[in-house]
């Protein structure tokens, strides 16, 4: 998909910018991609419909019909958490003036073109805003894989630190009073790394576990660290070098998985669980949170066995001013556009800085439950009294 989406100029010229493809996120591509225009939603609200999964067998009866009337779909309208980010462009500060300048000269010599220049730099600053929107749906996308729901806060806006809670769970969660755990966490008999730990038989107990409930075991997603724990307990079992039950390693021939401008993922090889041959995909993704410090979207002790299109990230529609609109009879103040990441511009005519936003409202879902099983924590219990 294009990493373009319209940029709306609200003052100087009402055109479209086309946008580079943006970078692409290992989660968002493989698992949770978004289908348009199926997944593009005309309003702020989104619908997710979620498979509950009906396994049920018809009836043998003689004569007449048993009541096999089950819902197999649970359906919600949700509003989704909001991404916005914008960079500007000012010719007054040094860092933007030397760029214009160098892009002006990169045009040629015997027809340079300040226009071009100038819409080239306005590419380069609309795709570091859509490339971090990207990171946060990455955010959002990890935290589903790991609890089976999107629970976080946000600012109500950048000067109103009113926390807005964001809470989407994707499973019954039972009441506050009786807490039901998330099902599709698989609780290990010790952690990986400590005394007992046993992490092939743990691999083979989650896709036992996630194939008899309907899933579709086809990946086995890790950390790092989680990865150096699977590896030395197969070497310790015997298992490297049997073609049976590990191939591939570490050679990079397991193609076409995702695309290659993807570095900071790797399937280092294929392994074999209970009968089901697993790509072992190992992913160390990061960003940079609010204070700086490069995070991993995965934690360390991350493990999860999935399948590639298990869920998709459905987006709400967003409303921006028209500047235009306000100073002319006939138009509309403000307009309502659809899209993943709605990219505009917007131009102070009194200081000449340029402003390119971008803004999101996605929401990463699965289709059906059971899509994934993810390893838990051994020492972890659920406190009933909260």
Same mark, same amino acid.
């Given at each position: &998909?294009?990493?373009?989406?319209?940029?709306?100029?609200?003052?100087?010229? %009402?055109?479209?910018?086309?946008?580079?493809?943006?970078?692409?996120?290992?989660?968002?591509?493989r698992?949770?991609?978004?289908?348009?225009?199926l997944?593009?939603?005309?309003?702020?609200? /989104?619908?997710?419909?979620?498979?509950?999964?009906?396994?049920?067998?018809?009836?043998? /009866?003689?004569?007449?019909?048993?009541?096999?009337?089950?819902?197999? &779909?649970f359906?919600?309208?949700?509003?989704?958490?909001?991404?916005a980010?914008?960079?500007?462009?000012?010719?007054c500060?040094?860092r933007?003036?030397v760029?214009?300048?160098q892009?002006?000269r990169a045009q040629g010599?015997?027809n340079?073109?300040?226009?071009?220049?100038?819409?080239?730099?306005?590419?380069i +600053?609309?795709?570091?805003?859509?490339?971090r929107?990207?990171?946060?749906?990455?955010?959002?996308c990890?935290?589903?894989l790991?609890n089976?729901?999107?629970?976080?806060?946000?600012?109500?806006?950048?000067?109103d630190?009113?926390?807005?809670?964001?809470?989407?769970?994707?499973?019954?969660?039972?009441?506050?009073l %009786?807490?039901?755990?998330?099902?599709?966490?698989?609780?290990?008999?010790?952690?990986?790394?400590?005394?007992g730990?046993?992490?092939?038989?743990? !691999?083979?107990a &989650? /896709?036992?576990?996630?194939?008899q409930?309907?899933?579709?075991?086809?990946?086995?997603?890790?950390?790092?660290?989680a990865?150096?724990?699977?590896?030395?307990?197969?070497?310790?079992?015997?298992?490297?070098?049997?073609?049976?039950?590990?191939?591939?390693?570490?050679?990079?021939?397991?193609?076409?998985?995702?695309s290659a401008e993807?570095?900071?993922?790797?399937?280092?090889?294929?392994?074999?669980?209970?009968?089901?041959?697993?790509?072992?995909?190992?992913?160390?993704?990061?960003?940079?949170?609010?204070?700086?410090?490069?995070?991993?979207?995965?934690?360390a002790?991350? /493990? @999860?066995?999935?399948?590639?299109g @298990?869920?998709?990230?459905?987006?709400? %529609?967003?409303c921006?001013?028209?500047?235009?609109?306000?100073?002319?009879?006939?138009?509309?103040s403000?307009?309502? +556009?659809?899209?993943?990441?709605?990219?505009?511009?917007?131009?102070?005519?009194?200081?000449?800085?340029?402003?390119?936003?971008?803004?999101?409202r996605?929401?990463?879902?699965?289709?059906h439950?059971?899509?994934?099983?993810?390893?838990?924590?051994?020492?972890?219990? !659920?406190?009933?009294g909260?």
């Open positions: &998909m294009a990493g373009t989406i319209s940029v709306y100029d609200t003052i100087a010229q %009402a055109k479209t910018v086309l946008l580079e493809n943006k970078r692409p996120e290992l989660l968002q591509e698992y949770f991609p978004t289908d348009e225009p997944d593009l939603f005309e309003g702020e609200k /989104v619908l997710f419909d979620l498979d509950q999964g009906d396994l049920r067998s018809g009836a043998f /009866v003689k004569c007449g019909y048993v009541d096999g009337n089950t819902t197999t &779909m359906s919600n309208a949700v509003t989704p958490p909001r991404i980010d914008k960079d500007s462009i000012n010719l500060n040094d933007d003036r760029i214009f300048e892009l002006c010599v015997l340079p073109s300040h226009a071009d220049a100038q819409e080239a730099l306005l590419r +600053k609309g795709m570091r805003v859509v490339n929107s990207a990171r946060g749906i990455e955010i959002l990890a935290m589903l790991q089976n729901a999107i629970q976080f806060t946000m600012d109500t806006s950048p000067t630190s009113t926390p807005v809670t964001i809470d989407v769970e994707y499973f019954d969660s039972g009441t506050e %009786a807490p039901i755990e998330n099902p599709q966490m698989y609780k290990p008999a010790a952690n990986w790394g400590e005394t730990a046993t992490p092939y038989d743990d !691999v083979c &989650m /896709v036992r576990t996630l194939v409930n309907g899933g579709r075991a086809e990946d086995l997603l890790m950390s790092e660290t990865w150096s724990y699977l590896y030395a307990d197969m070497n310790t079992k015997g298992l490297l070098n049997s073609q049976i039950h590990y191939t591939i390693l570490a050679n990079g021939e397991v193609k076409d998985l995702f993807i570095k900071d993922a790797k399937c280092v090889g294929q392994a074999q669980f209970n009968g089901h041959v697993l790509n072992l995909i190992v992913y160390n993704g990061a960003y940079k949170n609010a204070n700086g410090v490069m995070t991993q979207y995965l934690p002790d991350f /493990v @999860c066995v999935l399948a590639p @298990c869920g998709h990230t459905i987006c709400g %529609a967003v921006l001013p028209n500047l235009a609109g306000m100073l002319t009879d006939g138009a509309p403000i307009v309502q +556009k659809v899209g993943k990441f709605i990219v505009s511009k917007i131009v102070d005519p009194y200081t000449g800085v340029v402003e390119i936003r971008c803004e999101s996605p929401l990463p879902a699965p289709y439950i059971w899509g994934w099983i993810t390893l838990g924590d051994a020492d972890q219990e !659920v406190d009933p909260t």
